[in-house]
């Protein structure tokens, strides 16, 4: 079944995972969060290394380490969870891309990018912290 807003695994594997380990007072391993979610523990460990390598997390090697979030889940937007495994949200000006439409005015009415900003203006208005209270 086709899906308007398309949201990746890795995107919801990030943001799930940051919410439990904002849960947790201690380090958090890979095994544990994988078990919680149903998850695959080698695409959860890429993805909680992304999110290592753009400063959200810390890592500890060894039986009582894994992962603590790096600053206050207060001070972490969801926008910046997601943006760190999918890159910057662009909004699109055209659905399909295009520089050239042969049409005066654009068929969706510029619901593709009404919808882009919608989301992402909701991710960035809400931060980790929002997320676990709700959890």
């Given at each position: 079944?086709?899906?308007?807003v398309h949201f990746s695994?890795?995107?919801?594997?990030?943001?799930?995972?940051?919410?439990?380990?904002?849960?947790?007072?201690?380090?958090?391993?890979?095994?544990?969060?994988?078990?919680?979610?149903?998850?695959?523990?080698?695409?959860?460990?890429?993805?909680?290394?992304?999110l290592v390598k753009n400063?959200?997390?810390?890592?500890?090697?060894?039986?009582?380490?894994?992962?603590?979030?790096?600053?206050?889940?207060?001070?972490?937007?969801?926008?910046?969870?997601?943006?760190?495994?999918?890159?910057?949200?662009?909004?699109?000006?055209?659905?399909?891309?295009?520089?050239?439409?042969?049409?005066?005015?654009?068929?969706?009415?510029?619901?593709?990018?009404?919808?882009?900003?919608?989301?992402?203006?909701?991710?960035q208005e809400h931060t980790?912290?929002?997320?676990?209270?709700?959890?």
């Amino acid at each position: 079944m086709a899906k308007l807003v398309h949201f990746s695994e890795a995107a919801s594997l990030a943001l799930h995972a940051m919410v439990l380990i904002a849960k947790s007072k201690n380090y958090v391993n890979v095994n544990s969060i994988a078990t919680e979610m149903g998850a695959s523990r080698n695409h959860l460990a890429k993805v909680l290394q992304q999110l290592v390598k753009n400063n959200y997390l810390s890592s500890v090697r060894g039986p009582s380490g894994g992962f603590v979030l790096k600053k206050p889940a207060d001070q972490i937007s969801v926008l910046e969870i997601y943006e760190a495994i999918e890159g910057r949200i662009n909004v699109p000006e055209c659905p399909l891309d295009r520089k050239i439409c042969p049409f005066d005015k654009c068929l969706m009415n510029g619901l593709v990018t009404d919808v882009t900003m919608q989301f992402k203006t909701y991710f960035q208005e809400h931060t980790l912290e929002d997320f676990v209270t709700r959890s």
